[in-house]
């Protein structure tokens, strides 16, 4: 069944999703996951990455989860691990749309929600005399409550946070400044960087590759176009895999996003819930490749 030819707006999804958060996760996320993808969600003993992901999502609490997705609190983790100087320059942070000061902005920056995930709330501003404001306060207004439990994808993480917005510098390609930063995510498992994701020309042509540690291209289609081009190993390449090394210790997985502007490493984000779980990869074995290493522990023992 495609929900979305039933359901055709993202709102009216979210609607019917929030409308349904008394269902426990347990009946849920198995409900979530065969209407996405099409088939049986097996938790007792799961091999696929998605699977895993959904288990991650159900069972796993580490309190510190909360500091890494939160876009502001998670600048102190990355200083708490001595990497202070891959930070973004902050230049602003607010509790809601209505304390900004856009006199005090540049012309050029990056604004979004600290409670958002999977790329939603973010305002990527290249020329402030050219903002609409009302679509502005539209895209990121929120309640200034703590984030609710049960969220649309059921992400534990982002169960009460504390909504805010965080501004930072603009980082430009310095080779290509209109096709936007090369986005380097790099899967990692408990301090092990094993997979990078790589997605290109986001704002003229949006495509993702994916490779594995040595730099090899592994031709894996997802929800994003493939590149047809080459796309060169980065510069400074070890110490990215180094930095996503330190920042993933302790974590059965998480993704750490980088950006690499000719040499220059910069922090992106921590997303332990890729795609919420919900993405088909072709070839589908790839599934089970990027499930091999997600070792979940205790977490049997938690069920039972």
Same mark, same amino acid.
């Given at each position: ?33 065969? +209407?996405?993808?099409? #088939? ?25 989860? &909360? ?15 001595? @990497? %202070?100087?891959? $930070?973004?320059? @902050?230049?602003? &942070? ?7 000061? /856009? ?19 973010? @305002? ?15 895209? $990121? ?14 992400? /534990? ?17 310095? =080779? ?9 995510? *790099? ?26 540690? %040595? /730099?090899?291209? $592994? ?9 047809? #081009?080459? *796309? =060169? ?7 990215? +895999?180094? *930095?996503?090394?330190?920042?993933? =210790? ?18 992106? =984000?921590?997303?332990?819930?890729? /795609? ?22 205790? *977490? ?5």
């Amino acid at each position: 069944m495609d929900y979305k030819k039933i359901l055709k707006t993202g709102k009216s999804r979210a609607a019917i999703l929030n409308m349904l958060r008394f269902i426990p996760d347990s009946i849920m996320l198995p409900l979530q996951y065969q +209407m996405k993808l099409g #088939r049986k969600l097996n938790l007792k003993n799961p091999r696929r990455f998605t699977e895993k992901l959904q288990q991650y999502k159900m069972y796993y609490r580490n309190p510190v989860m &909360h500091q890494c997705v939160d876009k502001y609190l998670v600048r102190d983790y990355v200083k708490s691990k001595g @990497l %202070e100087n891959i $930070l973004i320059p @902050l230049i602003a &942070h607010y509790n809601s749309i209505d304390e900004v000061e /856009w006199n005090k902005l540049p012309n050029q920056f990056v604004m979004k929600t600290t409670h958002g995930g999977g790329g939603l709330n973010v @305002l990527v501003c290249q020329d402030k005399e050219r903002l609409n404001f009302d679509d502005v306060r539209q895209k $990121l207004s929120f309640k200034n409550k703590p984030v609710k439990t049960n969220t649309l994808g059921r992400e /534990w993480a982002y169960y009460g946070l504390q909504p805010g917005l965080v501004v930072e510098e603009l980082l430009t390609n310095k =080779e290509n400044p209109a096709a936007g930063m090369n986005d380097y995510k *790099i899967f990692c498992y408990d301090g092990v960087p094993k997979y990078i994701v790589v997605d290109v020309d986001r704002y003229i042509g949006h495509k993702r590759n994916f490779y594995d540690s %040595e /730099w090899n291209n $592994l031709h894996i289609g997802s929800d994003c176009p493939a590149s047809d #081009r080459k *796309i =060169e190993k980065p510069i400074g390449f070890d110490h990215m +895999m180094e *930095i996503a090394a330190k920042l993933s =210790e302790g974590f059965p997985f998480v993704r750490v996003d980088l950006y690499n502007n000719d040499g220059e490493i910069y922090f992106g =984000e921590l997303t332990f819930y890729p /795609w919420s779980g919900y993405v088909q990869f072709d070839p589908d074995e790839f599934d089970g490749k990027l499930g091999e290493s997600f070792v979940l522990p205790g *977490i049997e023992k938690e069920r039972e």
